[in-house]
């Protein structure tokens, strides 16, 4: 059971784990016939399960050294985390709604097709490239032992540190993060980055917490 907390209305109640973030048919794909396909959420339930495996040693034990198909069920999972969000849906749908206003010639409801399918295609499409980077980076698990984790509906926390003006303006993404962070239980949070250097103290649950909750776009969860 989870304590929920709805940054909208800035009320908190009592839900279900697997009621938490769940929205139907999110991943269906469409066709122009109409036609459905659940090809999506098919791919998408298959590498939650290959993660949880993964996950289920590492809680089990804090020691677990991660096999090869392991980081890169991990590093999949985590990527997919990252951009599967309805935010990201928002982000293409303003970005297409601006393509459309600036360019309406060229840019039409056709052109553009659904921001369900659009943004399943970006899903995919970044899934590669993101599991080669992040699969090499060290993995760590931290476990604090006086502080719970919060979680959230945008539950990847993104870390990048610029090195110049230019470089801040790029903004952070899965790519080019300096460090990922994802709260894998009430207790635990895996870290990837190119050196993990971090301890499990109270001040960093709170950091965590705090930026969690920060980028949430209207829900936050904890136990």
């Known amino acids: 059971m989870l304590t929920t907390f709805d940054l909208k209305t800035r009320v908190s109640f009592p839900q279900v784990t697997t009621k938490a973030a769940a929205e139907n048919g999110f991943y269906l794909l469409e066709s122009p016939e109409g036609e459905t396909s659940t090809a999506a ?6 590498a939650e399960s290959e993660a949880a495996r993964a996950f289920a040693k590492v809680l089990a034990d804090d020691r677990h050294r991660l096999s090869v198909d392991e980081r890169i069920a991990v590093a999949g999972f985590v990527a997919l985390q990252a951009v599967r969000t309805d935010h990201v849906r928002a982000q293409l749908d303003e970005l ?3 393509l459309a206003k600036a360019m309406p010639a060229a840019f039409t409801s056709a052109t553009l097709g659904s921001s369900r399918s659009a943004h399943i295609g ?3 499409e970044v899934l590669r490239p993101a599991i080669e980077r ?9 476990t604090f032992e006086r502080r719970s984790l919060a979680t959230s509906d945008h539950p ?3 870390v990048r540190q610029p090195t110049c003006p230019e470089d801040a303006e790029r903004g952070t993404g899965i790519l080019n993060a300096d460090e990922i ?5 009430n207790r635990r949070a895996l870290v990837l980055a190119e ?3 971090a301890f499990a103290t109270t ?6 917490n705090y930026h969690v909750a920060d980028r949430a776009r209207r829900w936050v969860y904890w136990h």
Do not use: H, P, T, Y
């Not at 962070?181 to 239980?185: D, E, G, P, Q, R």
């Open 96 to 98: 297409a709604a601006g």
């Open 134 to 142: 992040l699969a090499v980076l060290e993995f760590g698990v931290l």
């Open 122 to 124: 970006v899903m995919f």
């Open 156 to 158: 990847v926390l993104l």
């Open 195 to 197: 050196r993990v250097n």
């Open 203 to 208: 001040k960093l649950a709170n950091w965590l």
């Open 41 to 46: 959420e098919e791919a998408l339930s298959f």
């Open 181 to 185: 962070w994802l709260a894998i239980s």
